[in-house]
């Protein structure tokens, strides 16, 4: 029973498991006022995203620049439904229609559209966001995957998704808020979200979906349909001459990482108080791929770091130089894919890891007999391989 | 050989009949029939582009054929997936050596394990003891039984050729289809290599496509000579060998 339970979390991964618990239940909540609390909240929910391309392209080596669909679809699916309550017959008394989203009234609705009617149920909500966006993904990867539409091809036509999506929020103001995108939520269920205390607990509920999400990641990735996807990624045919439907695991893949990113957009909206296009495009949908490559595409607590990372130096670098930024973001792309393909993960387990276990065993051995300290600090370089990614694999199955 | 007259059932573990594919009006394979019997060694030799690697292509499904019909034990392939001609029983070794080099040898072995094939089965799939005994086993057969935790990737060409052999092995088929199987190995890794052919090839039919004429010789029970996409000879190494038109196309004019 354990020893199958320690196959899929080896001693590393629950170590480094808890080091990010660590970091983000008691050291950044007792460091951070609740402003910039928020804030790494905020970021945490693009970790969602980063974490989902983690399984479908570094894992299945499925390029989707199209993320930010599902992470906008959660997203407005929870800002549907609170924006139905805020806006009760009460609220909405000054409008021609009371009772009716103030946007539609804006755009001379006189109904509540059809669609937004199951909103109005938050059990429905739960399940909408997660299954609109799934279904969304199954209905794109099962068209594309089963004609055998890979690569290059398949990150373009997510990226015309992204496009498409987001021109048609813009174009139905009406139904969709439009180009401000759906902004003033108050209430859930009658509490509150606006005020500290809810965005505290805000912040440990996002936490508790991000690691439920981690152990499920966890999971898949050491699961045999893990090593498949890996498989796959190298000899596509080969897999598919073992006796397996290839199209299947892509497609599962891609609606498991629709599934976090939709989770990740939930959250956003209950966090930042709205939802609104700019979400749901090319841009941030690159930029999630940012998140995920730099804090390495093989390791899913990687894409946390790296989201964590990248957000917090484009805040504290845009507040001095805005139209900076995004040269920087570039460069830091291209620096690290060049530099450091497997991202901050790849260059922990190949260079810091190694070392940090020397030290360990340098500490252990000091003891018993002092002289040895001097000959360990030079034994890691030989174990360190060519690949960072074998380095990575052997270190978790060698535990 | 006495040939069945239509492409009706026959008792034979492979029946080709009638078989054309043609890539914007070239006929790589031209109205091609052959036979392959129950526990058969069947060598393809050729020249280049005789068509042979579009035959074994045709026959696991990875290309689709234009005319004609492959009947595995009395199935038809040609409107088979490549994945459900696999559960049929059809086992196919490429001509590169393909193995995940990203995974280790007891990983490799393990994906081609017959079970666990679908999404559900895969995210459940045990390492149970029946799997471990089964890998080990193979790899033993393979000579590969002290590099099961190593990287793929770091095995020698010869051993990545082994290896894929043995993952075809673990999936037991009924036909198995070998594209040069010793391509590109030393004179001491050809020898293991018949001798592990030998060993595997007891109760199965084999086909398999090969241009060392010495290995020919060793392990085929009988040669088909493919030519622009026809077969031109059939039978008996010896026979083959000694036929004129064979001579012909093999030494010019």
Redesign the interface.
């Known amino acids: 029973m354990s020893q199958g339970f320690r196959s899929y979390l080896p001693k590393s991964d629950a170590l480094n498991m808890a080091l990010l618990a660590l970091l983000l239940v008691i050291i950044l909540p007792m460091s951070m006022d609740i402003f910039r609390l928020n804030l790494v909240g905020k970021y945490l929910t693009y970790a969602f995203v980063a974490l989902g391309l983690v399984l479908c392209w570094g894992y299945g080596g499925i390029l989707s620049l199209g993320q930010g669909v599902f992470f906008g679809l959660g997203g407005y699916c929870m800002a549907m439904f609170l924006k139905l309550e805020a806006s009760s017959p009460e609220n909405t008394a000054i409008q021609s229609t009371p009772g009716i989203p103030d946007f539609m009234d804006w755009n001379q609705l006189t109904a509540l559209p059809w669609f937004w009617e199951p909103f109005h149920n938050f059990g429905f909500t739960l399940i909408a966001v997660i299954m609109v966006p799934v279904i969304f993904a199954f209905i794109i990867s099962v068209a594309m995957f089963k004609r055998r539409v890979g690569g290059v091809y398949f990150a373009i036509i997510t990226q015309a998704v992204a496009a498409i999506l987001t021109i048609l929020i813009i174009g139905q103001q009406g139904y969709t808020g439009g180009v401000n995108g759906i902004t003033d939520l108050r209430t859930l269920k009658g509490w509150d979200i606006r005020t500290d205390e809810a965005k505290y607990i805000l912040y440990f509920v996002c936490v508790g979906f991000l690691f439920a999400s981690l152990f499920l990641a966890q999971f898949i990735r050491k699961s045999k349909l893990g090593r498949l996807l890996v498989a796959m990624r190298d000899k596509e045919d080969r897999v598919r001459f073992s006796g397996y439907d290839v199209s299947n695991f892509k497609i599962f893949v891609f609606c498991a990482a629709a599934a976090f990113s939709a989770i990740g957009g939930a959250m956003f909206t209950l966090q930042v108080g709205f939802m609104s296009p700019t979400f749901v495009g090319i841009v941030p949908s690159i930029e999630m791929v940012i998140f995920c490559a730099v804090g390495g595409r093989l390791s899913i607590l990687g894409a946390v770091y790296g989201t964590l990372i990248v957000n917090w130096a484009k805040t504290s670098f845009s507040e001095s130089f805005p139209e900076l930024w995004l040269f920087a973001m570039g460069a830091l792309f291209i620096g690290v894919v060049m530099a450091f393909p497997d991202g901050l993960a790849g260059v922990y387990s190949s260079k810091i890891e190694p070392r940090l276990k020397a030290l360990l065993a340098s500490f252990r051995s000091a003891k018993p007999q002092p002289p040895a300290q001097s000959t360990p600090p030079a034994a890691p370089k030989a174990p360190v391989s060519p690949k960072p990614l074998e380095t990575l694999e052997t270190l978790e199955s060698g535990s | 050989m006495t040939t069945p007259n239509t492409a009706t059932n026959t008792d034979f573990v492979l029946a080709v009949e009638g078989l054309t594919v043609s890539f914007d009006g070239f006929k790589a394979v031209n109205d091609l029939s052959f036979y392959v019997d129950e526990n058969e060694i069947r060598v393809i030799i050729g020249p280049n582009g005789a068509g042979k690697t579009t035959v074994l292509d045709l026959i696991?499904g990875?290309t689709k054929a234009t005319e004609g019909s492959i009947k595995f034990r009395n199935k038809e392939l040609t409107k088979m997936?490549?994945?459900q001609i696999?559960?049929a029983g059809v086992?196919?070794k490429?001509q590169n050596p393909?193995?995940?080099?990203?995974?280790?040898v007891f990983?490799?072995l393990?994906?081609?394990f017959?079970r666990?094939?679908?999404?559900w089965g895969?995210?459940?799939?045990?390492?149970t003891a029946e799997v471990i005994n089964k890998v080990e086993e193979i790899a033993d057969m393979i000579f590969l039984k002290d590099q099961l935790?190593k990287?793929a990737?770091l095995l020698s060409h010869g051993q990545k050729q082994w290896l894929?052999i043995g993952?075809l092995l673990i999936?037991d088929p009924e036909l198995l289809m070998l594209d040069e199987p010793v391509a590109g190995m030393s004179v001491a890794e050809r020898k293991q290599t018949a001798e592990l052919l030998n060993k595997i090839t007891k109760n199965r039919s084999v086909i398999v496509i090969e241009h060392d004429m010495q290995f020919v010789a060793d392990i085929a029970n009988r040669v088909t000579v493919l030519h622009q996409g026809k077969v031109l000879s059939e039978g008996t190494m010896d026979r083959v060998q000694n036929d004129p038109k064979v001579k012909e196309v093999y030494l010019g004019h």
Do not use: W
């Open positions: 696991c990875r997936k490549e994945h696999v559960h086992g196919r490429f393909s193995i995940y080099d990203d995974l280790t990983e490799n393990e994906i081609s017959p666990g094939r679908n999404v895969a995210l459940t799939f045990k390492r935790n990287q990737a894929e993952m999936q």
